[in-house]
């Protein structure tokens, strides 16, 4: 089974507008961390915001937040007053507590289209 | 801008033929981890370097090997070279911790086999 599933392949939305990304996630580790990242054209990674599966809160930073809901098993990004720079890839990943070293999971990500 | 820097960034190889890709490590990290991406596809772990050991490995064949150097900046090579070695390679530098690590990544290197 898909550890990370992204299910929108490609999401437009109107500028100054906001939007939802989908991110599913399936584990059995109890302690886990889920990450996105945006991924512009010249393929960097770059981290956007971060929820531990411990976490009581939903995280924000800045326009980001996370909708976190545990029993679902998802962690949908919004995105608010969304900007023309926000064009990019974006990607849910997770890192379990079991795994090898720091590693990290990813989704097959959503490439967002901002239209002016 | 992560610090994270990695060489070259483009890199055109022939089939069969053998490939160094570089990894500066951001300052005080000392944990490098590598990723492939194919193209419209995530990243894929490889492996992960602490203190110059592998500590981690995914799906990849012995053909991909690493290297990391007491400066904490490490190397991947891909032998025998494959059409579907084409891809970006990320690498990422953070400190071992638990799950809540920010991994930091480079701007990756784009490989063309052909």
């Known amino acids: 089974a898909q550890k990370i599933t992204q299910t929108q392949p490609g999401m437009f939305v109107q500028e100054k507008e906001a939007v939802t990304l989908d991110c599913t996630y399936d584990?059995?580790?109890?302690?886990?961390?889920l990450f996105w990242y945006k991924q512009p054209s010249s393929g960097e990674m770059i981290f956007l915001i971060y929820?531990?599966?411990?976490?009581?809160q939903n995280a924000t930073e800045g326009r980001y937040s996370l909708n976190f809901q545990k029993a679902r098993k998802s962690a949908n990004l919004v995105i608010s007053a969304s900007q023309l720079g926000d064009s990019a890839m974006y990607f849910c990943?997770?890192?379990?507590?079991?795994?090898?070293?720091?590693?990290?999971?990813f989704g097959g990500g959503t490439r967002l289209m901002v239209k002016p | 801008e992560t610090g994270v820097t990695q060489s070259p960034t483009h890199l055109i190889k022939t089939r069969g033929q053998q490939v160094t890709l570089r990894c500066s490590s951001q300052?005080?990290?000392?944990?490098v981890s590598w990723y492939q991406q194919a193209l419209g596809q995530g990243p894929q772990f490889i492996f992960q370097?602490?203190?110059?050991?592998?500590?981690g490995r995914g799906n990849f064949p012995p053909r991909f090997s690493g290297l990391q150097f007491p400066n904490y900046s490490s190397e991947l090579n891909v032998n025998a070279l494959e059409l579907d070695d084409s891809a970006l390679y990320l690498c990422?530098?953070?400190?071992?911790?638990?799950?809540?690590?920010?991994?930091?990544f480079g701007q990756g290197t784009r490989l063309t086999v052909v």
């Open positions: 990422a530098s953070s400190a071992i911790g638990g799950v809540e690590t920010e991994a930091f």
């Open positions: 584990t059995s580790d109890q302690s886990y961390g």
């Open positions: 929820q531990g599966s411990y976490d009581e």
């Open positions: 990943a997770m890192r379990e507590a079991y795994n090898a070293g720091n590693m990290l999971t």
């Open positions: 300052s005080g990290h000392n944990t």
């Open positions: 370097y602490y203190r110059e050991e592998e500590n």
